[in-house]
């Protein structure tokens, strides 16, 4: 027994109509797009390509960053830190405060805060590798970090 579809699908004389109207719109969009190619030129003279190529280069000439060596720090490192302070010795890491650690350079209050914390819980640093353990510090800054810190016990005096 062949089964017959159209008895499943009723649509009303109006949902027929709209099928139709949309069926014809699209159809209609898709030959406009096919053919846009013959009827729509693109703009190809070789004299407005230099000259938007020349407006391209000047624009891009103007938006140049400005170069880093002219760069200042940005407002919040200068209050944060205390880099115009110059020590005027070692000083030693086990005693040291936040804001004596802040005047050294590339110690910040975030790095100093984690240096006493660290300290604190853990107990004195004894040699520069244990820095490690505060932050990811590159080999060059635990170089110049070493030529400002000395590491005595808390308890005996300088």
Same mark, same amino acid.
């Given at each position: /027994?062949? &089964?017959?579809?159209?008895?499943?699908?009723?649509?009303? $004389?109006?949902?027929?109509?709209?099928?139709? @109207?949309?069926?014809?719109?699209? &159809? /209609?969009?898709?030959?406009?797009?096919?053919?846009?190619?013959?009827? @729509?030129?693109?703009?190809?003279?070789?004299?407005?390509?230099?000259?938007?190529?020349?407006?391209?280069? #000047?624009? =891009?000439?103007?938006?140049? !960053?400005?170069?880093?060596?002219?760069?200042?720090?940005?407002?919040?490192?200068?209050?944060?830190?205390?880099?115009?302070?110059?020590? !005027?010795?070692?000083?030693? &890491?086990?005693?040291?405060?936040?804001?004596?650690?802040?005047?050294?350079?590339?110690?910040?209050?975030?790095?100093?805060?984690?240096?006493?914390? $660290?300290?604190?819980?853990?107990?004195?640093?004894? %040699? /520069?590798? =244990? *820095? %490690?353990?505060?932050?990811?510090?590159?080999?060059?800054?635990?170089?110049? *970090?070493?030529?400002?810190?000395?590491?005595?016990?808390?308890?005996? #005096?300088?």
């Amino acid at each position: /027994m062949p &089964i017959n579809f159209s008895s499943f699908i009723h649509y009303t $004389r109006n949902e027929r109509i709209g099928i139709v @109207v949309l069926s014809t719109a699209l &159809i /209609m969009l898709i030959a406009i797009r096919a053919t846009m190619g013959l009827w @729509v030129k693109p703009d190809t003279e070789p004299e407005k390509e230099k000259q938007l190529i020349e407006k391209w280069a #000047s624009y =891009q000439q103007t938006q140049q !960053p400005a170069p880093v060596a002219n760069v200042e720090r940005p407002a919040y490192e200068k209050e944060n830190s205390n880099y115009n302070t110059p020590l !005027p010795h070692k000083l030693n &890491i086990n005693t040291a405060d936040t804001a004596t650690l802040m005047r050294i350079k590339g110690v910040g209050k975030v790095t100093a805060e984690k240096i006493i914390y $660290r300290r604190n819980n853990k107990g004195d640093f004894t %040699h /520069m590798t =244990q *820095l %490690h353990e505060v932050g990811s510090f590159s080999e060059e800054h635990l170089t110049m *970090l070493s030529t400002h810190i000395i590491f005595t016990d808390s308890l005996t #005096s300088e």
